[in-house]
């Protein structure tokens, strides 16, 4: 095998010339760039790293489909899964969808072309028979989003009982006029939020339900609440689905001089940061996001030395609601 030594012989330049044209130095001609090139393909001088890599045909690196780098959800499970990631010396590609499908099929690519060891979705926008076939190219777990077509390592919360929750607890303040907001409804993780709120009203009598979907941020949150203004019979709760929404929400309500809880009860989801600064803070259901970040690597770090990528495997986690200000309203007196 060729060395570096050998790269600088045939080209006539010193080893640290060759070193610095190899690791793109700024301060080097053309013309020796040319001769280090020619040698290097001459004799199939592969650099270190790159070698080392070919030779366990491995990239060291994992690619993270997200909707939305922005949203603190995704910001706090990125953060997550690269400290457990590099537990096992591996790198993360933080890939932003934009929640479209075409950029998720162009970021899908790099596993068919190499480019990464696997690939972690937390969203998923395509038809998974579309997704399926890059299997072929390497590992993919499915994180925070699902779909039961899929026969892979799937880490998820458990949805159902998490929205539960706060409908349940919506309902035992005495609302009885209730409005579930969400992001796209095809998404299995809104379907899932969407029954567990449903079966707390049906445990009622008598309760009205309204939806709006395509809430993500806090502008969204903003939109939500004119929208509520136009209804003729307006929600006296709110399950926002997200305590961006949430805040965007309560921002616009005490704009237009609601009180928050007593003429409008929101409770959010994420237990964001967000939800301790606003005022005021947010009843919120919280995940626990490091639990399943390090899940999440486990499992793709025994994919990539099995190589077993199509084995169905689910492992869900229990939410919390952590009940704060936006829906109690003797809060002050609680605390």
């Known amino acids: ?55 366990k045909q491995k990239t060291e690196t994992v690619a993270v489909l997200v909707p939305r780098v922005t949203n603190p959800f995704f910001s706090k499970l990125i953060e997550s899964l690269e400290i457990a990631a590099s537990e096992h010396k591996y790198k993360l590609i933080i890939c932003q969808t934009r929640y479209l499908p075409e950029k998720e099929l162009e970021y899908l690519q790099l596993l068919s072309t190499k480019q990464v060891d696997g690939i972690i979705m937390c969203s998923l926008q395509n038809d998974w028979s579309l997704v399926a ?59 899932h939020r969407k029954l567990g709120f449903l079966q707390a009203v049906a445990e ?24 509520i203004k136009q209804m003729e019979k307006k929600p006296t709760a709110i399950f926002a689905g997200g305590d961006e929404v949430a805040a965007g929400i309560i921002t616009e309500a005490k704009r237009n001089h609601w009180s928050v809880p007593e003429d409008l009860a929101i409770v959010g989801f994420d237990n964001q ?12 259901v919280c995940q626990p996001v490091d639990k399943m970040a390090r899940q999440v690597i486990d499992l793709m770090m025994e994919k990539i030395h099995t190589k077993n990528y199509q084995r169905k495997e689910v492992y869900e986690f229990e939410l919390e609601l952590l009940i704060k200000g936006s829906t109690m309203k003797n809060m002050m007196l609680l605390a």
């Open 1 to 55: 095998m060729s060395t570096i030594e050998d790269v600088a012989k045939l080209a006539g330049l010193s080893r640290t010339t060759v070193s610095r044209v190899i690791n793109n130095h700024p301060y080097v001609s053309e013309e020796k760039k040319k001769r280090v090139m020619s040698a290097m393909n001459m004799l199939g001088f592969v650099p270190n790293s790159a070698a080392r890599r070919l030779r």
């Open 273 to 284: 940061l967000l939800s301790e600064i606003t005022e005021p803070t947010i009843t919120t």
């Open 204 to 227: 009622h009598k008598n309760i009205d339900v309204d939806f709006i979907e395509n809430a993500y941020d806090i502008e969204d949150g903003r939109k939500v609440f004119q929208q």
């Open 133 to 191: 076939p890059y299997l072929q190219h390497g590992p993919i777990v499915m994180c925070n989003e699902y779909t039961e077509e899929a026969e892979i390592p799937t880490v998820k919360f458990d949805q159902m009982d998490g929205a539960y929750k706060a409908a349940k607890h919506l309902l035992d303040q005495g609302h009885r006029c209730l409005l579930f907001c969400s992001g796209s409804e095809k998404s299995m993780v809104v379907q």
